[in-house]
């Protein structure tokens, strides 16, 4: 997937992120405008327009941190729509997977971020 940042890089309400590849040669894209950022502990985004994704259709995720007495408890979240049409059929049987596997990434982006 190819990644397009505007000027904001991903960083800030109103920032867009938009990303377009191949996957067993179907065209996909997605845009994505963050809703809340507070650097460190939230920041969440959700699509903007129609996405072209295989399992998934709409889509908000995000993630909070809070500080805890022995360290940090991480929460992330993804809420999503089937795709339309056909793929609605893939999204059903995939679409659990695929965002489970979306945010456990995330979780390891994250603490990545915090170790």
Known sequence: MKLRLDEAQGR?????IALEGRMLGI????????TEYRPPA???????GEPRLLVIGSYRM??????????????????Y??????????????GPFYARWCSLNMAKAVARRFA
């Open 12 to 16: 800030g309400v109103g920032a867009k």
């Open 27 to 34: 065209a996909l894209r997605v845009e994505e405008v963050i």
């Open 81 to 94: 729509e089937l795709p339309s049409g056909l793929w609605g059929v893939l999204g059903r049987l995939a």
């Open 42 to 48: 939230q920041k969440v985004w959700e699509t903007i």
């Open 62 to 79: 995000g993630f909070t941190v809070e500080p805890q007495p022995t360290g940090s408890l991480l929460a992330v979240f993804i809420d």
